[in-house]
């Protein structure tokens, strides 16, 4: 990451904590490494961000539903999923200064480095190198690849390097009160498992056709080896999950459509095509047979935001052979090659899976903006601005009485009461105006809205719209549809 870049990244950080989007956790003793809590303004922001996405699955394709399964899962479940024998990561220490890292990161830093350094060449080709050691699972062709690459600990900065070993990134904790009888069980480090678990509870009481798709939203744990990453990569998370159901031999369509679709709801947000990319997996999960990463440009660099997996009828097959529970689908469409019904088969699955922490820390990297003023005067300012879309903003209007006197403040509470109900509003009487819109711009909201002395005389007010800071005076009744419309 270069010096711009970082101060970057380390400015959004200090903004989110100083305005109420994120704090670390537990902060009074010190945090807790990889654990974040949100603010008013952050809770505000991701709970608008998970909406947006609940809708698009769940109102906008009717033939998707949701679900909300338990944290907590019968611990057989992990077994038949793979991820007690195979949710691992390669992991290295440094011997001197006791740190450990994931070899991927470490190689990935470092190819960071060749392409900052005008080797883009040579990054790909160690990218590459770094794939295909990967997915061999040869861990002494990995450390060669870091001795080669001469790669250091960034505490110690020696190479004194552990063997590479895999780590299980699941935590595990008891059930039940007595240590004896009790059963290991683990926090789910995915959404997905509760999803097909239900698979067929789901598709006969909702009474779902295939193709369709169950959503779902909700925490995830990972003991994740990291590195000043802050939101990206945490050990607690939450995710966005839709699993799409399919008939065999048509996942690859699906694949692409949701490739297509997800991409299309980024962008929707109003943040730009360019900023994103897709990534191809060279190296597949036990389960896939074709899986791509949509990635953002986030300050450090393009990194993955969401994953789009066709996950073939690995897991509910799995969970059939485990459960001995028949996980079938009776499909009475009629095969145009045998004229017969399609029958019975164990549907495969197109998976799509988003961080959503990782889409608010997307949200606030594009938001973020710290821009000179050149006032009227000819003197210039300073302002910082959260350009978040109007769409998920924490508040969507602000209303200021100019001042605390003169029945403005009257006014204005009757128009926040004719608000309220359709939109979070804000209302504050306190400070000068400026003051007042610049804490505005900081936290995001689109519009403020101020009532003045004329406002009595007309029932005109000042509307101010956020991002070109344009002012303009309409009528009160046009306030509420003037917001409404933005958030369409
Ligand atoms: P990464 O390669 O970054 O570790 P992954 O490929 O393991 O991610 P998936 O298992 O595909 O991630 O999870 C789907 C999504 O969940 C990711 O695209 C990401 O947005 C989010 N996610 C995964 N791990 C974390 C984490 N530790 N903290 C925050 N979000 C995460």
Known sequence: MSIQQDNRFQAIISHAKEYGFVFPSSEIYDGLSAVYDYGPYGSELKKNIRDYWWRSMTQMHDNIVGIDAAIFMHPTT??????VDNFSDPM???????????????????????????????????????DRLLAAEDFTGLKQLMNDQKIVCSVSGTANWTDIRQFNLMFSTQLGSVAEDADTIYLRPETAQGIFVNFLNVQKTARMKIPFGIAQTGKAFRNEIVARQFIFRMREFEQMEMQFFVRPGTQMEWYNYWKDAR??????LGIPAEKYRYHDHVKLAHYADAALDIEYEFPFGFKEVEGIHSRTDFDLKSHQEYS???????????????????????????????????????????????ETITKEDGTSDNRVVMRIPAKIAPNKLAILPLMKKDGLPEIAKQLLDECKPHFKCFYEEKDAIGKRYRRQDAIGTPFCVTIDHQTKEDGTVTIRHRDSMKQERVHLSEIKSMVLTALT
């Open 324 to 370: 001995k529970k028949k996980q079938q689908y009776f499909d009475a469409d009629v095969d145009p090659s045998t004229g017969k019904p399609y029958g019975n088969y164990i549907p495969y699955v197109v998976e799509t899976s988003i961080g959503l922490d990782r889409m608010f820390l997307l949200v606030l990297s594009h938001a973020y903006e710290e």
């Open 263 to 268: 991409l299309k709801w980024h962008t929707s």
């Open 92 to 130: 290295i220490d440094n011997k001197d200064s006791k740190k450990r890292y994931r070899v991927d990161h470490l190689l990935e830093a470092k190819a960071d480095q060749l392409r900052e350094s005008g080797q883009a060449n040579e990054a790909d080709t160690l990218l590459a190198e770094m």
């Open 78 to 83: 992990w077994k038949a999923s793979g991820h």
